[in-house]
């Protein structure tokens, strides 16, 4: 006879023991009382069960489900007593989820923790914090910032981002993601059960996803005339040799205005960005073509100011963010600087045979194929010296 799974027997009233033992992901209901009280069981980290208290209430007249803690820190006749003085505050017309007594952080202090945490992998000098500390400052902190965490809800996440979500998409898509990350904690310090940022708030919010706009960029074969044009114009020296290295390089901005004199080996024609200069995180050698090195001998002629910045600003600090941007834009090039890189790598499918790895490894794209880039440790350096001195004759050749 085929031996059938019983389904487990729901108790209409949970105990210590069944609390205890029960590994069957699901919601199971507290009959005592009345409370709306119940322990939800899920899938947790490395195959253990998550079990989270929740007590489902009506506020203001509006089903609510509130978060009363991680089993076993709370316990089942904690969990009852919280769900007991939930009920208390909301018979006398208040909102227990304004309550401090429980410890729940305001979402601002919860900000901080959780930036405190990730603090330890952004770069050196990066925009990230600056970046989270603006979307939350501008869009998210005026409205929850003073409350608990456990006491947001989808509707308040979704009055944050409804405002954005068509206008600002980025920007939205951002701002939820750093919501999410905090209601994550939250959820892991046992201060609710679920993110409100999550996949049931994606779904709610209008799928208007738009086409990406690439970064402009020039035809390879207008890049020559760009380079010409920058090195004729009466711009600041420091940001057109920098302009001119990214160009034959095909490396981004960032890199070049932060290069300094320690990282380049001109004997051996290397310039090698450290890890935490770079997008991905890993450090990259580029090959510096002939004219890569005769453009940087001219920089330690006529830039040196004693520091170890190969492109100082006038004052002797590393230019600003858009220093490159500005260039470009005031000598009415039909491009940001970022596009060159895909200028070099249209003109190395078009005109050269170079294997497409190669291409990638140029422009320090990080293999995404995890069993690829696991058999190939080598960075293809020579095969990638000889592509970038073809770049940089092609863009020398004659109009």
Not at 319 to 339: D, E, F, K, M
Not at 347 to 359: G, L, Q
Request: charged residues 25%.
């Amino acid at each position: 006879m085929e031996n059938v799974m019983k389904p487990i027997k729901r108790p209409t009233m949970l105990s210590a023991t069944f609390v205890k033992t029960v590994n069957v992901p699901g919601r199971y209901g507290d009959g005592r009382g009345g409370l709306g009280l119940s322990l939800l069981v899920r899938p947790g980290s490395r195959s253990h069960l998550a079990k989270c208290w929740t007590q489902s209430v009506r506020i203001s007249g509006k089903p609510t489900s509130l978060g009363l803690g991680r089993y076993p820190v709370v316990t089942l006749a904690l969990a009852r007593q919280r769900a007991l003085e939930n009920a208390q505050s909301i018979a006398e017309g208040r909102d227990p989820r304004r309550r401090s007594g429980r410890g729940a952080p305001t979402f601002a202090d919860a900000v901080e923790k959780v930036m405190a945490i990730h603090a330890g992998n952004w770069k050196p000098g990066g925009r990230t914090e600056e970046s989270w500390r603006a979307t939350l400052r501008d869009y998210v902190l005026p409205r929850l910032g003073d409350m608990p965490v456990d006491a947001i809800t989808g509707s308040d996440v979704m009055a944050v981002l409804q405002p954005i979500w068509t206008a600002k998409r980025e920007t939205a898509k951002r701002v939820r993601a750093r919501i999410g990350a905090v209601m994550k904690w939250a959820v892991a310090q046992g201060h609710r059960a679920d993110n409100p940022a999550g996949d049931t708030l994606a779904a709610a919010l209008p799928n208007n996803a738009v086409r990406r706009v690439h970064h402009k960029a020039l035809p390879h074969a207008e890049v020559a005339a760009a380079l010409r044009k920058v090195r004729g114009s009466n711009a600041y020296r420091g940001a057109a040799l920098a302009f001119e290295l990214l160009v034959l390089t095909a490396t981004r901005s960032g890199e070049v205005r932060s290069a300094v004199w320690d990282d380049v080996d001109l004997e051996s024609a290397v310039w090698t960005i450290p890890a935490e200069r770079m997008k991905a995180g890993l450090a990259h050698r580029v090959p510096l073509s002939d004219q890569a090195l005769a453009l940087l001998d001219e920089a330690r002629r006529e830039l040196s100011h004693g520091g170890g910045t190969v492109f100082p600003s006038p004052t002797g600090c590393v230019q600003r963010n858009r220093a490159l941007v500005t260039l470009v834009h005031q000598l009415g090039i039909r491009a940001v600087p970022h596009g060159f890189r895909s200028s070099f790598r249209d003109w190395a499918a078009e005109c050269t045979d170079t294997p497409r790895e190669v291409c990638e490894l140029a422009l320090a794209h990080v293999n995404r194929d995890r069993v690829e880039a696991a058999y190939r440790r080598s960075d293809l350096f020579e095969r990638r010296r000889t592509l970038m001195q073809d770049w940089a004759d092609y863009l020398a050749a004659p109009a």
